[in-house]
C-alpha cells in the first residue's frame, strides 16, 4: 500500500508570495490533519478535513487555509508568506476510525527569503 | 490549556545502558502514540496506546500508558546507536482522533 505523498518537497518563496501544498493520503483514508514543525514552536496541528469538510482547526491566522477533494487529496495554503512561516509542512492521514492512528506523509520543506 | 510535556529534552545514553522518557498531559485522554523522527526526516509511528495499562513493546523500545496519572514512559533497553533520534509522544484530546497535541520531542543521542 503506497504511503501519504506531498509535493513539492521542497519550496523556496519570497516574502509577501502565497504557495500550495498537496496531499495525497494512503488509499481508503478520509482523513487528512496538517502540521507545520519549526524549531521554535516545535510541532502545531494547523487543521483536518474529513469528507472534503474542515472538521478541526489549529491556532493560526486566517493566511492559513485548506481544502479537500472527493478524492481525499487536500491542499494547504499560504497567503502573504512571513519569513516565519518557513518550516516543514507535515501531512497525515488516517481512517478516522479504530485506533485513529494518523500516518506521515515526507513532509514539505518551505523556505521564505 | 492543552499541554504535553516530555522529560528529558536531551538525552545522551552510552550504548548498553538502559533509560526512560517521561510524558505528561494536562487532561483526560485515552489516545497517546510515539513517534520518531530522524534529523530532516518525517515521523515514523511507534506506538498506539488507547486505554489504561497499556504496554507496547517493539525490540528494544517499550511504552506504557497510566491515563490515571496522566502519563506515558517509553523505556528504552540496551541501547544501540540506532535508536538515535528525536522522540515525540502526543496525546488526542479531542473526540476525533485526527487533531494531536505534541510534546516538546526528547532528542536521544547514543554514543558507542
Known amino acids: 500500500k503506497a504511503g501519504v505523498t506531498q509535493t513539492p518537497r521542497y519550496l523556496i518563496k519570497t516574502r509577501g508570495q502565497q504557495v500550495t501544498l498537496s496531499c495525497s493520503p494512503i488509499s481508503g483514508h478520509r482523513s487528512v490533519s496538517w502540521y507545520q514543525q519549526t524549531p521554535g514552536q516545535g510541532l502545531q496541528f494547523l487543521f483536518e478535513y474529513f469528507s472534503e469538510t474542515q472538521r478541526n482547526k489549529g491556532n493560526f491566522p486566517g493566511r492559513f487555509s485548506g481544502r479537500q477533494f472527493s478524492n481525499s487529496r487536500s491542499e494547504m495554503n499560504v497567503s502573504t508568506l512571513e519569513l516565519g512561516d518557513s518550516a516543514l509542512y507535515l501531512c497525515?492521514?488516517?481512517?478516522?476510525?479504530?485506533?485513529?492512528?494518523?500516518?506521515f506523509g515526507p513532509g514539505t520543506r518551505l523556505t521564505v527569503t | 490549556e492543552l499541554k504535553v510535556e516530555q522529560n528529558p529534552l536531551f538525552l545522551s545514553m552510552q550504548e548498553g545502558k538502559n533509560y526512560t522518557i517521561y510524558c505528561n498531559y494536562s487532561t483526560t485522554s485515552d489516545r497517546l502514540y510515539w513517534y520518531r523522527q530522524d534529523p530532516g526526516k518525517s515521523l515514523e509511528s511507534l506506538f498506539v496506546l488507547l486505554s489504561n495499562g497499556a504496554v507496547k513493546q517493539e525490540g528494544r523500545l517499550m511504552a506504557s500508558l497510566d491515563t490515571k496519572a496522566r502519563l506515558s514512559t517509553l523505556h528504552i533497553t540496551a541501547a544501540v546507536h540506532d535508536l538515535s533520534a528525536t522522540y515525540f509522544c502526543a496525546v488526542d484530546f479531542g473526540t476525533s482522533g485526527s487533531r494531536l497535541t505534541f510534546g516538546e520531542g526528547t532528542q536521544l543521542t547514543v554514543n558507542p
Open positions: 497525515a492521514s488516517s481512517t478516522a476510525s479504530g485506533s485513529y492512528e494518523q500516518y
